[in-house]
């Protein structure tokens, strides 16, 4: 029973009970994770789901496996540049969800916040020198211009925090394209980043 489940080869029935965002609908078999992580195609379903036709050289290649599928000669995961990338970005992401978003709301509870101002607070209102009039105005002003304060307080740090992300952003995408243009060879060790800017 067991080998005949091994053996089994998938029709298109099989292949359609995959759902659009499972790979093994484009025929492109996953195992494993990470640095085990390896791949097999089935050329055919390949060929069928994704419209991609194979140039000769590359049907020269395929024909030559010896089971349906075919095993790239890149099988591991960090054989493809891209995964660098990816693996990059998604380390990227989880230091800003885990540690940079609740520095930042923690920076902006700290600012605090304007007190409510009312006309009996208004000093000449209080020695009888202003009306109760001109008291109503000075709140509404005072208030209005404190309100406005936080809100560039707020705006500063935030602005602020948010840069200090970005830059280091950029900084670890631009390390990653450094180590992976050098690991595969494709620029000289002594890299010089003017290069890129001419």
Known sequence: MKKERKTKHLNQTSYEEFSYEDTRYYGLWIRGKGQTLKTKIDPKRFQSAARYTFSQS?????????SHYFH???TYYNDYCCNHFVDE???????????????IDIAVKRIEKPRQLYPGDYSNLQMGISSSIAANAWARQANWKNAQEYRIKVAEIVHGLYSQFIQQMASRIEAITVKTLTDHGMIEDHFDRNILYG
């Open 58 to 66: 590359q049907l020269e290649i395929i024909n030559k496996r010896t």
């Open 89 to 103: 970005l998604s380390d990227i992401k989880k230091d800003w969800i885990e540690n940079f978003k609740p520095l």
């Open 72 to 74: 790239p000669a890149k």
